[in-house]
């Protein structure tokens, strides 16, 4: 049991008996290795089912949408930042959270692994800086900082922005980081590669909206792709509307994506849908100097108009 | 049953060969993880994988399929007809499948082929085609097909059932479709004797190497009502994000939408994948949905699977054990314990708890 989990445990059984929340959100032990299970606890005597590791990527702001009881939800920064763009879209009152914040050093990419070893992984295991994972005949120790999960790779806010309880000492924010040199090679492109590289990138996606449906900012009660009434787009595997399904589905999350990787983390086919979002998000720092969820006194890049906003684009 | 012993060269020569009579299929490694493609000519079935990422049932039942193409186009004859599509599909085999894949399209045909309806495009295609298994020596850790009507040499389903050997391969011969296309391969050197008892012994061991099972015997039983208001579909349903992974990547899952698509005055009709997962699956046209929360469309995938189908058709549950839904679940949303707890619900007897 890492202390982290034993700190999230001791808060989430004070929360929970002095009546602050009805309930806590957070992630309890998965049934395979690399995988958690968001969960909930009512229940002081039920905390015992939360954990804390390496493998709690799925954004937890997503569980908040239009709940009405008091919550005690577990946030690393990225989530925080999520619970912060749910507050300014109405999602979730602030009064009705204590925020638990995880300080994080990022969560480790399970298919990056996989891919590092010979065979399947039957266990895994981590200290602070480094994650074994064994299977048979074989036993793999990586340094934490190379299996993680690329967007936490270039995180540059790891502690939560908004907590009413630390589960844990904050930790350093990465320096210096590159963030968007995926983006400009993208950029860099021709039309026409761009255009293939698109196509590849797509290629094996399902429709299965895994990476929609990760999204705490995907909660219309209606997705576009859902309509029929009109129905904007078709609903098999013509290209055409699989990238309409795409590039719409970016742009929706303008000005409000936190790169938490909960979308490309979801994908059953491995496709990184965040590349489209990245570029989204790199335009709002470039034109507006917005990111995301940092604050609650902020409002959103394209819910606030300035005299001084950049207009070259209009000719 | 013929057995019949293939090295590795009448392994590669016999695909060519079989590759003039049939359209081959088989998994093929695509950047990270293996899928079931139409094998190019001289390609051989990459068998370096457990299974592929996706179950192969596009092979029979296509995500996206065109049933009939019409025209409002008043100066055509055929005007306001749908005109039914004809997928051109050729004697076909499907060269490596896992046995738990090809016993899904047993399962699978229940539905898609009973005394009062068949479907014919889904009918069309099993029939042209032939499933040539490969035995599962190293099953996963999540495959749990031994409780699930299942095995990793299971032969339901199967036309021929293919065992690796340090050599090559033994093949035991299941029906006449197998026969053909052991012809049409031109594999006809018989194993020698004890070849059966061998592969029987290499089917036990890969039992023995199966280390996930779910307990099945009281989903019968247990009336459908107790199960329906059981107390923890809140805590099963929490974690799901209602996307479609679990039921598009499932060899079982059968459920499909008709959609029109036009362009002008042509227009086609789709028959495409759904997933009970998703809110429009039910939505009326009167706006109701009857399955409106999450809750509601979680415990219809668990009820029909390990219950609703286990009713109807008496053949078990409406499950391979081929674990796809347990690893790409994004949030791990487990049918091993969701069985379990369904199945333990009957025993524990709380059931009579309920109002």
Known sequence: ????????????????????????????????????????????????????????????????????????????????????????????????????????????????????????????????????????????????????????????????????????????????????????AVEEMTPERRWKYFEDLLAPCIRCYACRNACPLCYCPTCFVDESRPQWVGKGQDPIDVRTFHFLRAYHCAGRCTDCGACERACPVGINMRLFTKKLEKDCRELFDWEAGLSLEARPALDQYRPNDPNDFIR | MRMLLIDRRAWEEGLKRAAGDYRLIGPVKEKEFHSFRPLAAGQLPDFAFQNSRLSPKHVIYPQTEPMFTYTLEETREDRHLLREVVRDIPPTAVVGIRPCDAKAFVLVRLNFDTPDVQDPYWLRAYEATTFIGLGCNAPCGSCFCTTAGCGPFHEEGLDLLLAETAEGFTAKVLTAKGEAFARAAGWTKPAPEGTEAALQELARAAEGRITSFVQTEHLKSIPVNDLYHAPFWDEVSFACINCGTCTYSCPTCWCFDIQDETRGKAGVRLKLWDSCMYPLFTLHGSGHNPRGTKLHRVRQRFLHKLKYFVEKYDRGIQCVGCGRCVRLCPVNIDIRRVCNMMNGYAVSGEACAIP
């Open chain 1, 1 to 184: 049991m890492t202390s982290t989990t034993a700190i999230l445990r001791e808060i989430a059984a004070r929360l929970l008996s002095s009546g602050a929340v009805e309930m806590v959100i957070g992630f309890r032990q998965g049934t395979i290795p690399m995988m958690n299970e968001p969960c909930f606890v009512r229940k002081p005597d039920e905390v015992g089912h939360l954990v804390w590791d390496s493998h709690c990527g799925i954004n937890l702001a997503n569980y908040l949408t239009d709940r009405k009881e008091k919550i005690g939800i577990v946030a690393k920064g990225c989530d925080s930042r999520n619970v912060v763009t749910h507050i300014l879209e109405n999602k979730i009152r602030r009064e009705q959270l204590v925020v638990i914040g995880v300080p994080c050093r990022g969560m480790a990419d399970k298919r990056k692994i996989a891919m590092k070893c010979p065979g399947e992984i039957l266990r895994v295991s981590e200290t602070a800086t480094a994650i074994t994972a064994e299977g048979e005949g074989f036993s793999r120790t990586f340094e934490k900082a190379d299996v993680l999960q690329h967007n936490c790779s270039l995180c540059i806010h790891r502690n939560p922005v908004i907590y009413d309880e630390l589960a844990g000492d904050l930790v350093e924010e990465q320096q210096g980081v590159d963030r968007y040199a995926d983006v400009r």
